[in-house]
């Protein structure tokens, strides 16, 4: 069956500070994998996804993510975090082949930037 | 265009009460799903439509009944509330059956006391 594991429910970060967020997934074939923020009280919002092709994803708000198969990983990076970021942020997975787009959520990953 | 809208925003029940959450988009999507959230839990699908005229069943449907109205909506009905119902429901919508990026509604808070 497929998962996801999202590694720190809570991250703090400086402003300025390199953000990384941690995502696995468990797959017998390679997923498609997506990440979503959520701001408060809002819904969820593509930040960026992962289909085929390149591994290395840009997405909204200098946000980026690297498929990398070999580690079943796909963990979301900034290089420089603004207090706008603060929110939630999920890693979902979307088996290939499947018959419908069901989405595999994770627990989340609160993001929290300090001044 | 105002994509993925819910109603109501914040309901308080009582146990044993029903209710019914709307969902409408107007993007032509043909699947729609409705989530929950819970501290902790991430997002767990409730039932989902695939395309107008079906509906299944996701990882957590007891306790709830959808309908697909038209193309445009798809409601969630609680004919009983419990207190293990309290969430925050979301709805969302894609395009088609795969691979697809999912819109999502801005949420309905539901507290059942």
């Known amino acids: 069956a497929q998962s996801v594991t999202q590694l720190g429910s809570h991250v703090s970060v400086s402003e300025g500070a390199l953000v990384l967020l941690r995502c696995n997934y468990s797959?017998?074939?390679?997923?498609?994998l997506f990440w979503y923020v959520q701001y408060p009280n809002q819904g969820l919002q593509l930040l960026l996804k992962?289909?085929?092709?390149?591994?290395l994803v840009k997405g909204i708000n200098g946000f980026e993510a690297e498929f990398k198969k070999s580690e079943t990983s796909f963990h979301l990076t900034k290089p420089s975090a603004h207090m706008s970021d603060a929110a939630e942020y999920f890693c979902?997975?979307?088996?290939?082949?499947?018959?419908?787009?069901?989405?595999?959520f994770g627990t989340g990953t609160l993001l929290a930037v300090q001044p | 265009n105002a994509g993925v809208t819910q109603t109501p925003k914040f309901q308080v029940l009582k146990t044993g009460q029903s209710m019914t959450l709307q969902c409408a988009q107007d993007?032509?999507?043909?699947?729609m799903y409705w989530y929950r959230q819970d501290p902790g839990m991430g997002l767990r699908l409730i039932y989902y439509?695939?395309?107008?005229?079906?509906?299944d069943k996701g990882e957590v449907p007891n306790g709830y009944n959808v309908s697909r109205l038209n193309k445009r909506e798809f409601s969630l009905r609680l004919e009983s509330a419990a207190p293990s119902q309290t969430s925050v429901y979301f709805c969302?919508?894609?395009?088609?059956?795969?691979?697809?990026?999912?819109?999502f509604g801005p949420g309905t808070r539901l507290l059942v006391l």
């Open positions: 992962y289909t085929t092709g390149a591994t």
């Open positions: 797959s017998s074939v390679p997923p498609y």
């Open positions: 993007m032509n999507h043909n699947s």
């Open positions: 979902a997975v979307s088996p290939l082949g499947g018959a419908t787009n069901k989405l595999i």
């Open positions: 969302a919508s894609s395009a088609g059956r795969y691979q697809e990026t999912q819109y």
């Open positions: 439509s695939a395309s107008e005229g079906t509906t």
